[in-house]
């Protein structure tokens, strides 16, 4: 069965810093890989999807992800922080159109 | 723009009263999805709903659980009786069609508080 892994539970990074979050997945196929965020209160927003082709992905929000078959990774980069991005994010790992997430990682942006 | 629309919002019962949740999907969207979230926890998929009919209820616990979409639109999650164990966020979410080309989106999720 497929799993997700996000090793950190909790990042805090300065407004303007970059930021990266990292995911680790077990599947046996070629892996369909979601990044989701949520914010205090709110449901999940999808910020980028990989499913084949150009493993560095563009998401919204300035968001992008690589894909790493040979680490089996999918980690999630920032180039610049806003406060605006303190929620928590979520890996997910598809398969049988069904989702499988991760524990999630929260995100506190400091002044 | 269009939006996943559940209610209450946040619901406090306490243990083994029965407690019901909605889901107003997107319109026209034909797969529906209902999601529990324990705190500290990713989401996990109780059930999928493929216009009315149930595509997989694998990780309901039907002893309590009952979840249905009568006419293919909106949908109620049902728990009787409710448990301390039962205390989450659950999550509805739809898609226009169950392919991964599709995007799930979320509604923003009932707080349940068992007492």
């Known amino acids: 069965a497929q799993s997700v892994t996000q090793p950190d539970i909790h990042i805090t990074v300065s407004e303007g810093a970059s930021l990266e979050l990292r995911c680790n997945y077990s599947y046996g196929a070629t892996p369909y890989l979601f990044w989701y965020v949520q914010s205090p209160g709110q449901g999940l927003q999808l910020l980028l999807k990989?499913?084949?082709?150009?493993?560095l992905v563009q998401g919204i929000k300035g968001f992008e992800a690589e894909f790493k078959r040979s680490q089996s990774s999918f980690n999630l980069r920032k180039p610049s922080v806003h406060w605006s991005d303190a929620a928590e994010y979520f890996c997910a790992v598809g398969d049988d159109y069904k989702l499988s997430f991760g524990a999630g990682t929260t995100v506190t942006v400091r002044a | 723009e269009a939006e996943v629309a559940q209610s209450p919002r946040y619901k406090i019962t306490e243990k083994s009263q029965a407690v019901a949740f909605w889901c107003d999907p997107i319109s026209g969207h034909a797969t529906l999805y209902w999601y529990r979230q324990i705190l500290g926890q990713g989401p996990e998929l109780l059930v999928q709903?493929?216009?009315?009919?149930?595509?997989?209820d694998s990780q309901l616990p039907k002893d309590r659980f009952s979840a249905e979409r009568l006419k293919g639109v909106d949908s109620t999650l049902k728990i009787q009786p409710a448990e301390l164990g039962d205390s989450a966020m659950y999550l509805c979410?739809?898609?226009?069609?169950?392919?991964?080309?599709?995007?799930?989106?979320f509604g923003p999720g009932t707080r349940l508080t068992v007492l």
């Open positions: 709903f493929q216009d009315e009919s149930v595509v997989d």
């Open positions: 990989y499913f084949s082709g150009d493993t």
């Open positions: 979410a739809s898609s226009f069609r169950q392919e991964w080309g599709n995007e799930q989106f």
